[in-house]
């Protein structure tokens, strides 16, 4: 069974940087697509980022220059660094994984909170 645990979520200010990592039990991580979602307070949940093994990455627009998503296979870990943070990344981020056969996020994690004050 894959479980995903993130970490790392806190209140910071306006224009501080914040690391999100997400520990990932399984043996086939590295095959893994993982990304990571947020949902903000009556907003749909949007995505983040994303990363495919071999180093492929891509970036939904409103944090595209700001965030960055790694992957330590040898840890079975995904990161999430957010620089230059601003009110409006105030959210829930969830990390999520899935095979590159399957169409949809099979594994969740439970969510951390994020909040940057003005």
């Known amino acids: 069974q894959v479980q995903l645990v993130e970490s790392g979520g ?15 039990s399984g043996r086939a991580f590295t095959s893994y ?6 949902q903000a307070p009556g907003k749909e ?5 994303i ?3 071999g180093g492929v990455t891509s970036y939904g627009n409103p944090v595209k220059g700001r ?3 790694s ?9 999430l660094q957010m620089n230059s943070l601003e009110p409006e990344d105030t959210a829930v981020y969830y990390c999520a994984g899935r095979t590159l056969r399957s169409q949809s996020y099979d594994y969740w ?3 951390t909170q994020v909040t940057v004050s003005s």
Request: glycine residues 10%; proline residues 0%; aromatic residues 12%.
């Open 10 to 24: 806190g209140l910071v200010q306006a224009g501080d940087s914040l690391r999100l990592s997400c520990a990932v």
């Open 45 to 49: 949940r949007e995505l983040v980022a």
């Open 109 to 111: 994690g439970q969510g």
């Open 71 to 79: 992957r330590d296979n040898a840890k079975n870990t995904v990161y």
């Open 67 to 69: 965030f960055t998503i």
């Open 51 to 53: 990363s495919w093994n």
């Open 33 to 38: 697509v993982m990304a990571w979602f947020r």
